[in-house]
Structures are given as C-alpha cells and as structure tokens.
Nanobody, 125 residues
Framework: QVQLVESGGGLVQPGGSLRLSCAVS????????IGWFRQAPGKVREGVSC????????FYGDSVKGRFTISRDFDKNTVYLQMDNLKPEDTAIYYC??????????????????WGQGTAVDVSS
C-alpha cells in the first residue's frame, strides 16, 4: 500500500525558508510522479510543484517559480520541497501526492491517486 508522509512545516517569518519532506513507502519513486499541493483556508487546493518519474522533469506554479525547488532522493525514497523567500500568501497546508500513471507530472489534483495528510506552513511575523 502506497503511503506518503509530509514533514517540515512550521512557523517562519516572511523572507525565511523551510524544507518540506515527503517520505514515500510501498512503492519506489522510480514508479511514481510526485506533486506538491497547498490549500489555504477558504481556498481551493493549488498545485505548487511536481517531479516526473520517468525523467525527473519539474514544474512549478507561477506563484512559486524562482522561490521553490523540488527534488528527490531515491535512496531515501523521499521528495523535498525547498521553499525560500517565503511570503505570507504561502501560508497553507501543504500536501504531497503520488500519480500511478506513466506520464509527465501535472499540477492538477485529479491526476493523483495517493495523498499524504499534510503539513502546516505559517508565514507571519
């Protein structure tokens, strides 16, 4: 059974950094594209970034381009989201998700089959 566990969230001041982790079990990262999503109170879930399983190609939402970086570690079977220059509008619950299909990753929640429970990020002074 595929499971995803997020960690690394917390409270950070504007301009600060956090690194989120998504530990995957039950399947190797070679077989799954992974996406990061976020959902702020009262807002729809938004695609943040994703990394494709077949070639490692990455994609970012417009609001985080140049500030966030996604990466993966096959040995640890973990995907990371490095978040720099954080802004108050980045405050949300962050989720990682796995896509079973063999295709390029997408920043669209319906593409994904398995979801973690989320980790909270609060950017405030």
């Amino acid at each position: 059974q595929v499971q995803l566990v997020e960690s690394g969230g917390g409270l950070v001041q504007p301009g600060g950094s956090l690194r989120l982790s998504c530990a995957v079990s039950g399947v190797t990262l070679h077989l799954r594209s992974i996406g990061w999503f976020r959902q702020a109170p009262g807002k729809v879930r938004e695609g943040v970034s994703c990394i494709s399983r077949q070639d490692g190609s990455t994609f970012y939402g417009d609001s985080v381009k140049g500030r966030f970086t996604i990466s993966r570690d096959f040995d640890k079977n973990t995907v990371y989201l490095q978040m720099d220059n954080l802004k108050p509008e980045d405050t949300a619950i962050y989720y990682c998700a796995a896509d079973e299909a063999f295709r390029q990753c997408a920043l669209d929640p319906p593409y994904y089959d398995y979801w973690g429970q989320g980790t909270a990020v609060d950017v405030s002074s």
